[in-house]
């Protein structure tokens, strides 16, 4: 599938991001270049009202998230493409979901984590890291995002992240009827799962089994699910990934009517 859609990507708001070049402005004028239609920004951030944020989260506050949307929202006319204002909200255990009723309010789409088990002094960790424990605690987490998040989005579904070595046996211990009911539910609730470029590409790199990430895809789509595409930027030359997302989709026959409606978006332009 050709890919025309980035719903993941970092500016310099992130502090992951260290690319001065990756604007708004410069990331729409080379995508749109590029024929897309339509992306959408996704810095970090955690707000909750009684979950106090880790160190490095402090440095990403609700207030710029919501700034960074009015700008959005108020140069929308401007860019060459429809720009969304969104966010990679977190996820610090089952059931504690780090964005506010404001940034419902007022963002695009909230995009949410439910597996960034590298943030080891925030989100919950196995009790012993061990292939069968990572897949109870990633489903837990899945299922939770699921069932009572409310976001959009699910960025990276169902990876263990940063005990990449466990991730091929952790998904050997779910079964596809396990798996199929958890996509289903997603599906059912209309949260999309994000197609990750960045991911994918660890993948390529040997850090995994590609067919690992393409049978939860193929699973997804059986089940009903909706995608979108990101290649996770965290610079300009990122964006060159974006062709593994649309291998991914073609391996797991995903199609164009697979994707996420944004309609609701694009029919305001
Ligand atoms: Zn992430
Ligand atoms: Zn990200």
């Not at 944020?53 to 493409?81: C, K, M, V």
């Not at 391996?251 to 332009?269: C, H, N, P, V, W």
Request: some cysteine; hydrophobic content about 40%.
């Amino acid at each position: 599938m050709k890919v025309d859609i980035d719903t993941h990507f970092h500016t310099p708001l992130s502090k992951c991001c260290h690319d001065p070049a990756a604007t708004i402005e410069n990331i729409a004028a080379i995508l749109a270049a590029r024929g897309y239609r339509l992306i959408a920004v996704t810095d970090h951030v955690w707000s909750h009202p009684t979950v106090a944020p880790n160190e490095w989260y402090r440095r990403h506050s609700e207030s710029g998230t919501l700034a960074q949307a009015d700008y959005i929202h108020a140069h929308a006319a401007e860019f060459p493409l429809t720009v969304l204002a969104g966010c990679e909200a977190d996820m610090q255990a089952p059931g504690v979901f780090g964005f506010s009723p404001a940034m419902r309010e007022k963002l695009d789409l909230i995009m949410l984590s439910s597996d960034h088990f590298q943030l080891r002094d925030f989100v919950e960790q196995p009790a012993e890291v061990t292939p069968k424990n990572l897949a109870k605690l990633m489903m837990k987490f899945f299922l939770s995002a699921v069932r009572e998040s409310g976001a959009d989005i699910l960025t990276h579904p169902l990876y263990t992240n940063s005990y990449d070595e466990f991730f091929d046996r952790t998904m050997d211990c779910i079964s596809d009827a396990e798996l199929s009911d958890a996509l289903g539910e997603a599906a059912e609730r209309k949260i999309a799962l994000e197609l990750n470029a960045g991911l994918f590409r660890a993948a390529v790199q040997g850090r995994y089994q590609w067919d690992s990430m393409v049978r939860i895809f193929t699973l997804a789509k059986q089940a009903g699910c909706k995608f979108t595409m990101g290649t996770d930027a965290h610079k300009l030359s990122d964006f060159d990934l974006a062709p593994l997302c649309g291998k991914m989709a073609d391996q797991a026959g995903i199609t164009e009517a697979d994707l996420y409606d944004f309609s609701r978006f694009t029919s305001k332009r």
